[in-house]
């Protein structure tokens, strides 16, 4: 991966950070993309102690032109994109009859609007040279149903499905793409979940109420598990894969 270009969105997020630091020891140029910019500072700063190449590039996923402007900005600074990780996303929690027309709008427009925004642009780009790889960090919650969590799984099976279309697209120029399901991850993301000190426990456990068998390997994930994967999936260990969804959660949705 030495010098090769990578944008990386989600990147001040647990998961998103981590795989800003996973493709970054790997010798990736990375640009490094947050609608909150300010996050990014303290990212790219820990980076550039370590002699990583890592650059901060606030933009809105939800935004098209915002979305050009970046990849334009991206080339013409630090060279063509050989790599695009779709990490940015948003939780809104709560049952359907109470959810709100903004907090749907905003989990899809994020969630599934973003992936479809950046892919067209890398595509578009990525075509005409013949080579290029996606991954799209998407959830078990796309295949496993969750109670309290319809707008979220909703916007990641449409993601997940989304990417796979795109790959069969893309197949015939040399360019993959893949999905990576994370489950539970420690990550802010996570905890904002949990009510009180119970809710850890909950997420290992199950919960019989809510549907949820707990996590069989009894154990959270670790936000650079969900990178290795990404980074597996980009690399050329993975050069003969793709239309494919790599769960990361632990057994938690029993394979589905």
């Known amino acids: 991966m030495q010098n090769n270009v990578a944008v990386v969105t989600g990147a001040a997020g647990g998961i998103g950070a981590a795989i800003v630091r996973a493709l970054g020891g790997r010798g990736a140029v990375v640009a490094a993309v947050d609608r909150e910019g300010e996050r990014l500072e303290p990212l790219t700063e820990k980076a550039a102690a370590e002699g990583m190449q890592v650059r901060a590039y606030p933009a809105d996923v939800t935004s098209g032109r915002e979305v050009e402007r970046l990849f334009d900005r991206v080339e013409g600074e630090l060279g063509e994109v050989e790599y695009l990780v779709n990490a940015a996303g948003v939780l809104r929690l709560g049952e359907v009859r109470d959810f709100s027309e903004n907090d749907w709008t905003d989990t899809l427009e994020t969630n599934a609007g973003g992936v479809f925004r950046l892919s067209r642009a890398a595509v ?40 796979k279309s795109l790959g069969l697209e893309v197949a015939p120029y040399g360019i993959r793409c893949n999905t990576v399901a994370p489950g539970s991850t420690d990550t802010p993301m996570l905890s904002s979940m949990w009510h009180d000190e119970t809710g850890p426990a909950a997420t290992l456990n199950g919960s019989a109420e809510n549907f949820r068998i707990g996590i069989p390997l009894g154990k959270l994930a670790h936000p650079d598990d969900i990178a290795d994967a990404v980074v597996f999936l980009l690399s050329e260990q993975a050069r003969h894969i793709t239309l494919h969804d790599l769960t990361v959660d632990g057994g938690a949705g029993l394979g589905a």
Do not use: D, H, Q
């Open 124 to 163: 578009a780009r990525m075509i005409p040279r013949r080579r290029g790889a996606i991954v799209t960090v998407a959830s078990n919650a796309a295949a496993t149903p969750r109670a309290g969590m319809a707008a979220y799984a909703a916007s990641k099976a449409a993601a997940t499905l989304f990417t």
